[in-house]
T-cell receptor
Framework: TQLLEQSPQFLSIQEGENLTVYCNSS?????LQWYRQEPGEGPVLLVT???GGEVKKLKRLTFQFGDARKDSSLHITAAQPGDTGLYLC???????????WGAGTKLIIKP | EPEVTQTPSHQVTQMGQEVILRCVPI?????FYWYRQILGQKVEFLVS????????KSEIFDDQFSVERPDGSNFTLKIRSTKLEDSAMYFC?????????????FGPGTRLTVT
């Protein structure tokens, strides 16, 4: 069974702090995507990583794909209240098109 | 910026009734998907569709479910006889066939409530 485990499940921090969210698996993924989801809305794609060791930056967000393509992390620098939301990782393997989803990290940034 | 649209945003139906959820994928995308998310739970894959046929489906996608691309723009999910446990957010997504990473873009969802 291919699982993506996200940690922590819940994180509440003060504005201005840094944080890292993790997405881990025992399976190898051909690509891994990070989404952000607001309550009652669809997931919004933030970034896709495809190469082992790849690092992508999106303003204050830094995404990394593990060398073995089994894990990924999302680091937010100087978090702001607007970063509040549910962050989901999802990936697909070489053998199927369906996305396998993590359970998400609920992030709250307090002003 | 092109986006996936879904209608209706909220559907309330009685148990045993048929529902059709509609999606308009991004126009140059060729792969289409349906996912569902029961309140407070993970997003779950239902089915993928390419070239007018199902590419993959999950165990959830049983004989009560069907998908169709009735014309060049719409992609529908039909639930033949709804059950209480079908209550969930249903998301449509689409992706370009030639995208290495099969990036999927999601619609805003349809909230299905079965009473």
């Amino acid at each position: 069974t291919q699982l993506l485990e996200q940690s922590p499940q819940f994180l509440s921090i003060q504005e201005g702090e840094n944080l890292t969210v993790y997405c881990n698996s025992s399976s190898v993924f051909s690509s891994l995507q990070w989404y952000r989801q607001e309550p009652g809305e669809g997931p919004v794609l933030l970034v896709t990583v495809v190469t082992g060791g790849e690092v992508k930056k999106l303003k204050r967000l830094t995404f990394q794909f593990g060398d073995a393509r089994k894990d990924s992390s999302l680091h937010i620098t100087a978090a702001q209240p607007g970063d509040t939301g549910l962050y989901l990782c999802a990936g697909n393997t070489d053998s199927n098109y369906q996305l396998i989803w993590g359970a998400g990290t609920k992030l709250i940034i307090k002003p | 910026e092109p986006e996936v649209t879904q209608t209706p945003s909220h559907q309330v139906t009685q148990m045993g009734q048929e529902v059709i959820l509609r999606c308009v994928p991004i126009s140059n995308h060729l792969y289409f998907y349906w996912y569902r998310q029961i309140l407070g739970q993970k997003v779950e894959f239902l089915v993928s569709f390419y070239n007018n046929e199902i590419s993959e489906k999950s165990e959830i996608f049983d004989d009560q479910f069907s998908v169709e691309r009735p014309d060049g723009s719409n992609f529908t999910l039909k639930i033949r006889s709804t059950k209480l446990e079908d209550s969930a957010m249903y998301f449509c997504a689409s992706s370009e066939i030639w995208a290495v990473s099969y990036e999927q873009y999601f619609g805003p969802g349809t909230r299905l409530t079965v009473t």
